[in-house]
């Protein structure tokens, strides 16, 4: 599957080095400026990695630029305004300038409830997994466009906040809905007993799956969430269908028969759509064989061969469809069918899947573009993993579509991952810098980061790490005007 060496592989040597390995020590011959060699050693670390590589030596001395703007505005653009935000922000504050205006202006049930399905049917495809995959080809094609310009499409990534957005907007719009439909049925204005019964379990509902989903109780109950999410959303799912039914029927002029007005309803066409776009994700529901392998204790490497997979991908997988699922970054090796997952003990479910490798697994949906579909928008990138973060950037490492200098920062690096892993991601990316935690400490992320930033002249950063580093470092490098990207954490 991928290139296995005999011996540790050493890291970064530049081509006028030699090297010559002991099981203590390293040492390396460099051509000086006045054309005489000079022999340094340096000690090596547990796993065989030597850590002598220029590329991070003396990062501590480089200065950093100052962070631009005041703290305010910058506290502002880049941590509570963020693009998420923001384009939370817009979607909800166009909705709620319309409400106002249909609020002073007045308006109809029927035209309000239109505006509460368009609302969920935009919350509802913009997660959709082939939409997801169009909008990433489309936003990261233009290769050809300014620096300036890339970095804002690339943002794509963040295309959550439309979600929740819509989300949001929708039930603002719901509450509007149900307090018109309630005042119909008082004055016996069209709105039937059972059409309003409906909208008020759905607002229940509805408030529910929105209350839940705040962003403190779901990182904590991330698994109860999931299943609200599910099991509320399909079910609000086959209430809307009720509903539009009902409302149709209800205000439709007498004379038309309820299969033509829906058939002339644009609420109905947008339930049928929501409803396949749910249900596409399940359609490629299936059970497929798998291969693993141990790469140690605390990982293990699982093979696909279902589908293929590219760059910066994931996809979901489960023991049990209805209940959870977690979703792993896709590793696909040019020249080998399939795809890899690498799971990393993080949890009860993961331990249980490294200590009991599976034969066979759950797989749902299409691998999905993710933040790391966003590298090959650039020409030059340094890409940063802290330890099992290296899984979604393997792929690009190993593709090599994109010059890449990759700093991957961890402890026991071969005996977490194993020499096959780790020699192929170093075959892959020679000049890649390793920096072994254990023997030289945790380091200055954002100075060694901008340290390597420059040296590789590059235009972009992309990190895959934990919540609190990765926005300290995505904070730390764009408040000094580099472009840097990581998750958002949006569900």
């Known amino acids: 599957m991928s290139s296995t060496l005999t011996a540790p592989l050493p890291i970064a040597i530049p081509s006028e080095t030699t090297p010559t390995q002991s099981s203590s020590s390293f040492e390396k011959e460099k051509k000086g ?44 653009r880049h941590q509570v305004m963020n ?69 804002t499409v690339a943002r794509i990534y963040s295309l959550g906040g439309i979600h929740s957005g819509s989300a949001v907007a929708g039930l603002m719009w719901f509450i509007y809905f149900t307090v018109l439909v309630t005042q119909d049925l008082r004055r016996h204005d069209h709105a039937s007993a059972a059409l309003v019964a409906i909208t008020y379990v759905i607002l229940l509902a509805l408030v529910t799956i929105v209350g839940l989903a705040m962003p403190a109780w779901r990182r904590i109950h991330h698994n109860k969430f999931e299943m609200v999410h599910r099991f509320l959303g399909w079910s609000v799912c086959g209430l809307v269908w009720a509903l539009v039914i009902l409302l ?4 439709k002029d007498p004379s038309t ?25 399940w359609l490629h529901l299936r059970k497929v064989k798998v291969s693993t392998e141990v790469l140690s204790s605390h990982a293990l490497r699982v093979h696909y061969e279902y589908s293929g997979a590219i760059p910066g991908t994931f996809s979901r997988v489960s023991y049990s ?63 940063v993993a802290t330890g099992s973060g290296i899984a979604p950037c393997a792929p690009h490492v190993y593709a090599n579509k994109t010059k890449i200098k990759l700093l991957w920062t961890s402890r026991n690096i071969r005996k977490t991952y194993g020499d096959k892993f780790v020699d192929s991601i170093l075959t892959a990316a020679p000049d890649a810098i390793i920096y072994d935690t254990d023997a030289n400490g945790k380091p200055d992320m954002i100075k060694l980061i901008h340290h390597v930033y420059k040296e590789f002249d590059a235009e972009a950063v992309c990190i895959i790490s934990n919540q609190p580093l990765t926005q300290k470092v995505v904070y730390g490098l764009m408040s000094r005007g580099i472009p840097a990207f990581g998750a958002v954490w949006d569900s």
């Open 33 to 76: 400026k006045d054309g005489l060699v000079v022999v340094t050693t340096t000690a090596v670390s547990e796993d065989g990695l030597d850590d002598i590589d220029d590329g991070w030596e003396g990062y501590m001395d480089t200065d950093l630029p100052d962070k631009m703007e005041g703290k305010f505005f910058r506290n502002l």
């Open 83 to 151: 693009i998420y935000r923001r384009l939370f922000s817009l979607v909800f504050l166009v909705n709620l300038g319309v409400l106002i205006d249909a609020g002073v202006r007045g308006t109809n049930t029927p035209h309000i409830g239109k505006i509460v399905i368009a609302n969920i049917f935009t919350a509802i495809l913009i997660r959709e997994e082939h939409i997801v995959n169009g909008l990433f080809y489309i936003f990261t094609f233009p290769t050809f466009l300014p620096l300036w310009a890339r970095v």
């Open 248 to 251: 149709t029927r209800d205000y």
């Open 257 to 281: 028969p309820l299969h033509v007005a829906l058939k002339e309803s644009s609420p109905f066409w947008l339930t049928v759509v929501l409803t396949m776009s749910i249900a596409s994700s």
């Open 321 to 383: 469809p209805l209940t959870e699922w977690h979703s792993f970054a896709t590793i696909a090796v040019p020249g080998v069918k399939g795809f890899d997952h690498i799971i990393s003990r993080v949890g009860d479910w993961t331990t249980k899947t490294i200590q009991n490798p599976p034969s066979e697994i759950w797989i749902r949906g299409v691998p999905t573009a993710g933040i790391m579909n966003v590298v090959p928008l650039f020409k030059r990138v340094v890409v």
